[in-house]
């Protein structure tokens, strides 16, 4: 076995001022308010959640409730490097949140999550991931009506205050799947995650090379 060490984080000396991706885009969509029933204790919550591998067709209600309790962004502050730190449900290593959520389905267009603003975001040109991550995604789970969450690594945020930062996304997108997973049990939404990164679909995304697939998990009405 190889085990890639991936070395243990620190910051760097000199904050470095990052320009984030700019996505293109075709349209944008405003999602419905969230809609959150307060019935359930965690404990019940907890002990029900199991990965569930049937799905139904997710509402946008539905979409728009799991995004905004695990992916909205609550707080912004002004940083040292060059973009906001951000305060959202989910917690993430120095509050920069690189992992962009995008949404997918067969014969659909794809979406990015736009955290800022609780819209999804329709993809266009070359950032519309390739049908063969539908194939693939089909060859691990075949996913019937499940949209598909792709989580989308943007590393040099995290870089950029960081050196050694791998890990550190790699946790964000754990923190991000468990807690995704919880929540959408709490909404009696079918969750499953996913072994498989995106890669190397994702990478194709952008020609400066600066996306990542950081995992998939398939969401869908039980
Ligand atoms: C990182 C990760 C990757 C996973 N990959 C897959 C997968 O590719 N296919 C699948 O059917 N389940 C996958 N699962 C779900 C696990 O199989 C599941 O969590 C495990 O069997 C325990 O069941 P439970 O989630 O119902 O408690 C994955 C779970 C995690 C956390």
């Known amino acids: 076995m190889l085990w890639i060490d991936l070395k243990n984080p620190c910051l760097n ?19 419905p308010p969230p809609v959150v029933s307060t019935e359930q204790s965690i404990e ?9 591998r049937d799905f139904g067709l997710l509402t946008r209600e539905q979409l ?3 995004l905004w309790l695990s992916c909205r962004t609550i707080e912004k502050k002004i940083s ?14 120095g509050a ?14 794809w979406f990015r999550y736009n955290t800022d603003n609780h819209t999804i975001e329709e993809l266009c040109g070359s950032m519309v991931p390739s049908t063969n991550l539908f194939t ?18 943007e590393p040099e945020k995290v870089f950029a205050k960081y050196d050694n930062a791998n890990s550190l996304i790699w946790r964000d997108a754990g923190v991000l799947l468990g807690h995704l997973a919880i929540v959408a049990e709490s909404l009696k939404l079918n ?25 998939v998990a398939l969401i869908g009405a039980r």
């Open 44 to 52: 019940s919550i907890i002990n029900s959640r199991r990965s569930r």
């Open 13 to 31: 000396g000199e904050p470095k001022q990052y320009e984030p991706v700019i996505w293109e885009l075709s349209n944008i969509e405003v999602l």
């Open 191 to 215: 969750f499953c995650p996913l072994g498989i990164t995106g890669e190397p679909w994702v990478s194709n995304l952008d020609k400066q090379n600066r996306l990542f697939g950081v995992g």
């Open 80 to 93: 040292d490097i060059g973009i906001p730190i951000e305060r959202r449900p989910v917690a993430s290593s």
């Open 96 to 109: 920069i949140h690189p992992i962009h959520v995008l949404i997918g389905k067969a014969d659909s267009p």
């Open 64 to 66: 728009s409730t799991i």
């Open 136 to 153: 693939e995604v089909t060859q691990v789970l075949p996913p019937g009506d499940a949209s598909i969450l792709l989580f989308v690594a």
